[in-house]
Every structure is written in C-alpha cells, then in structure tokens.
C-alpha cells in the first residue's frame, strides 16, 4: 500500500468566534517564515468557505486566516 501528499492540501485548525462574526483557520507553520510566505498570499478553502490571510505569529510558528461569518464581503477579486 501506499499513499500520496496532495500539494494544495494543508492540515488547519478551524474556530469560530461568534462574538466578532469571524471564523478562523490556523496553519501551523515548522520553518517560521519560509512557511508563511508560500502560503500568505492565497485564499485557502475550507468546507467550501473561502479564508484570506491575517497574520502570522512567529512565536508559535502558525499562519492565521479569516473569514466574516456573515458572507459580506469579498475575498477574491479578478483581474481582467
């Protein structure tokens, strides 16, 4: 038996925070900012809700995007 890695998959954290109308994924990130830049500039899909990058903490080595609870508000744009 054997299996593969799925490039556009990541393992993430996922919570909610009701009281500021946001979800959250948390990436967890071993080469600190080496991890970070490959990933920040991307929307990532999770359950098929969209979640844009909002910070990162270097202590801990994790990635944080978000996502308003609501749906207002866009997190991709095209450009044409």
């Not at 990436?27 to 909002?54: A, E, Q």
């Amino acid at each position: 038996m054997t299996a593969t890695i799925n490039p556009k998959e990541v393992p993430v954290t996922h919570n909610v925070r009701e009281e500021i109308g946001r979800e959250f994924l948390t990436v967890d990130c071993p080469d600190g900012w080496d991890d970070v830049k490959k990933i920040c500039k991307k929307v990532l899909t999770y359950d098929g809700r969209k979640f844009t990058f909002s910070g990162w903490c270097s202590d801990k080595n994790q990635a944080f995007f978000y996502r308003v609870l609501n749906g207002e508000g866009r997190v991709v744009a095209t450009i044409g």
